[in-house]
């Protein structure tokens, strides 16, 4: 499910207003501000400006019925600690809090980090709301495909069959997550069908 393009800042704000008090608003949109300006200048793989990716994967999680304000911002701010420096960590932790950061750090592919330990560090976390996050990041990922390469559509779908139905199957097992993460599996197959 992926955002339209005319869905500007007000139709957002608007949006969230619906569902969370003024204070919370504010700080989504303090997020919503940091994530554009933090992006800004940088394009997906089809032409498009990279900060459409945070706010459709927010969309994805309000869509879905996550009314967790934090969970809100973290989808959009998952990228722009490894894409920008308009933050530090100290920044985001002083701003949006402890809860936060530690979610958006599960999120970022940190300097130093290994690839191969990106999957497995998210995982042994324990978090399902960074599991949920990453869910609808990589759904909104694959929407996207078809402006890719055929060799990016077969490594990504390749990836998402090995690391993210598990995902969805450890998401799953949390109560409070069961029905989200089977709605994400289906979502999340139906694309992979398409470009197998």
Not at 28 to 45: L, P, T, V
Not at 158 to 185: I, N, S, V
Not at 187 to 193: F, G, L, N, R, S
Request: proline letters at 4%; aromatic letters at 12%; glycine letters at 6%.
């Amino acid at each position: 499910m992926t955002a339209s393009i005319t869905f500007g800042r007000a139709e957002f704000e608007e949006l969230v207003g619906k569902y969370f008090i003024p204070s919370q608003v504010r700080l989504i949109m303090m997020a919503y501000r940091f994530s554009k300006y933090g992006h800004r200048g940088q394009e997906r793989d089809g032409g498009g400006r990279y900060f459409d990716h945070p706010r459709a994967v927010s969309l994805t999680l309000l869509r879905q019925g996550v009314f967790d304000h934090e969970l809100i911002i973290v989808a959009l701010l998952h990228d722009v600690m490894e894409d920008s420096f308009i933050l530090t960590w100290e920044d985001l932790e002083y701003i949006f809090d402890k809860r936060v950061c530690s979610l958006v750090k599960l999120l970022t592919k940190e300097a130093g980090l290994p690839k191969d330990q990106y999957f497995p560090r998210l995982l042994s976390s324990n978090q399902p709301e960074a599991w949920l996050v990453k869910l609808a990041d990589r759904l909104h990922n694959l929407s996207t495909l078809e402006s890719c390469t055929r060799e990016k559509q077969v490594k990504q779908i390749k990836e998402t069959r090995e690391k993210y139905f598990p995902l969805c199957q450890r998401l799953g097992a949390e109560p409070a997550y069961t029905e989200m993460a089977e709605w994400f599996r289906q979502q999340i197959d139906q694309i992979c069908q398409k470009y197998e």
